[in-house]
């Protein structure tokens, strides 16, 4: 009997350990969990009723020179509705009226959505609907599209600049993903609550993360209404003479940074201005003509004969005059100006491959302008055999091995318009912190003397007769706004597997104190003159209009 109470006091008694230690260790878990991980359970409860929806871009601002935004400008009222309500056909009715869509369009959109879904607003919401909520969402791109090339764009998923500035200045640029978004926590029955609007940029004042480029947004805005104006494809620069900056710079076909995927054509996708190399054509003589002037190879008073064809070897290239028997006597400046490929082919008989092309180095063809983008080309200039030979007459009129592009035209441009000063062009202008204080000035090279001012003092001269007299004429006047000066170039070129002509212009403006070059290529146009003269006119005048 003894021994049997004794049995059940220590059943009880281990029992009661069992149950201490039970309750020791649920209540040393509740505290686990509400004191020292409570904070943890809390945030990830409020994880999965949170929904974030983005209504501002995650990277900084980039900036015309000016301060004007580039991106981040342009903003959209939308909804973000709660994709459970649309369950109920008088809102779902209310949403498709004041989105403008149909039941196919809201359908769709719903099936590839997750609990939120994000709708632009069309129509004024006349009252308040349960479960939607009305924002206002800055846009990363301008619906104007401007500068699109230069800008580049982000692969969104990751924040990572693909092309462009947005590719070049990504550490700059990047910033948290989680600014700029509205967060939507859902009650039991997976409703809507409220939104809470986190804050757009919390660093501290003076943080660096913009861009400011030297580019004029109203240049270009100009630039690329005379391009649409005339549905050419191409390129135009527009450059600052006295400082080198770029103050516009656009390329035809434009791109949608926000649908970039869907372009079928991947050479839309560059930027004609700096990846793509062209005959320069007639530009080219400007550089013979130069090298015949540098190497005593010329009499500017002498007088050459155009029969409407030269003969070089065994090859015979033609003159735009053959149809009328030639130019017959002409002068050098009239073989400018008129652009006569007979007397320019008797120039580099006398000069040689060799000579022209040192000649075209030291105008910077065949090098990168180098203005801080990637992918820039150097195109390409004859050399070893290409220069001997008859290859001589295709050098002479800037065909044959001879590519550039628009940037470096506009380099040579500058060089002629400076009396021989080649300047540091350049599209950067600095870092900008959020309180609009410039922190790092982009770096420039010093300006340097490459030609002497007697030699452009004679070509700045029949650059003006181009205008006056010559293949522009016509096409290119400006006289009651200072007058232009430049030089026209047709290029036969394979483009997309046909033979095709290319029209270029470049020149500057005003004629005699020069303030802007301009370069225009036209891709599958006529005559330099007939295609590109007239978009070149175009935007001097309106930067004339605009008080620039």
Request: proline share 3%.
């Amino acid at each position: 009997m003894e021994n049997d109470r004794e049995l059940r006091n220590k059943k009880l008694l281990k029992c009661s350990y069992i149950t201490i230690i039970i309750f020791t260790c649920l209540i040393g878990a509740l505290f686990y969990r509400q004191v020292i991980k409570g904070k943890y359970y809390k945030q990830e409860a409020i994880k999965q009723r949170t929904t974030s929806i983005r209504v501002y871009p995650p990277r900084g601002t980039i900036l015309d020179r000016n301060s004007i935004p580039l991106t981040n400008r342009d903003r959209e009222e939308v909804l973000f509705v709660s994709k459970n309500i649309l369950n109920n056909s008088e809102i779902k009715n209310n949403i498709k009226e004041i989105c403008n869509l149909n039941d196919k369009e809201l359908d769709d959109i719903i099936n590839h959505s997750d609990r939120v879904i994000e709708l632009p607003i069309v129509k004024d919401i006349k009252k308040e609907i349960e479960g939607v909520i009305k924002s206002e969402k800055t846009l990363r791109y301008s619906k104007e599209k401007l500068l699109s090339h230069v800008i580049g764009y982000v692969k969104e998923s990751e924040n990572i600049g693909v092309s462009g500035v947005e590719k070049i200045y990504d550490n700059i640029l990047k910033m948290d993903d989680k600014y700029g978004t509205i967060n939507f926590q859902f009650d039991g029955k997976n409703r809507p609550l409220k939104g809470v609007a986190t804050p757009v940029l919390k660093e501290e004042i003076g943080y660096t993360n913009s861009i400011m480029l030297t580019i004029d947004y109203h240049i270009q805005k100009i630039v690329e209404k005379a391009l649409d104006k005339y549905k050419s494809n191409g390129a135009v620069i527009v450059t600052d003479t006295q400082s080198g900056d770029i103050l516009a710079m656009a390329s035809r076909p434009n791109i949608d940074p926000e649908n970039i995927n869907i372009k079928s054509d991947k050479l839309d996708n560059y930027n004609k201005a700096i990846h793509v190399g062209y005959p320069p054509a007639s530009l080219f003589k400007t550089v013979v003509l130069l090298s015949a002037l540098e190497n005593n190879e010329i009499i500017l008073d002498e007088s050459f004969y155009c029969k409407g064809y030269e003969e070089i070897g065994n090859v015979k290239i033609n003159c735009h005059s053959i149809k009328d028997g030639g130019h017959e006597k002409l002068k050098i400046n009239e073989a400018f100006y008129d652009s006569c490929n007979s007397v320019f082919i008797q120039l580099g008989k006398r000069l040689g491959g060799k000579n022209i092309i040192k000649t075209a180095k030291k105008l910077g063809f065949g090098s990168n302008v180098d203005i801080e983008l990637a992918g820039e080309i150097k195109g390409s200039l004859p050399q070893g055999d290409e220069l001997l030979g008859p290859s001589v007459g295709n050098i002479s009129i800037g065909q044959g091995k001879i590519l550039v592009t628009p940037l470096q035209i506009t380099n040579m441009m500058m060089i002629i318009a400076n009396d021989g000063i080649e300047k540091d062009i350049s599209i950067f202008k600095g870092f900008v912190t959020n309180n609009g204080s410039i922190v790092k000035k982009g770096r420039r090279e010093e300006p340097k003397k490459v030609v002497s001012k007697l030699y452009t003092d004679i070509i700045k001269d029949y650059m003006k007769e181009v205008v006056t007299k010559g293949t522009a004429k016509g096409y290119v006047s400006l006289e009651g706004i200072g007058g232009a000066a430049g030089k026209t170039g047709t290029a036969q070129a394979m483009f997309n597997g046909k033979e095709v002509k290319h029209g270029w212009f470049s020149g500057f403006y005003p004629k005699d104190n020069p303030k802007y070059v301009i370069t225009v290529l036209v891709e599958e146009g006529n005559s330099g003159g007939r295609s590109a003269g007239p978009i070149f006119n175009d935007i001097a005048e309106e930067i004339y209009t605009i008080g620039k």
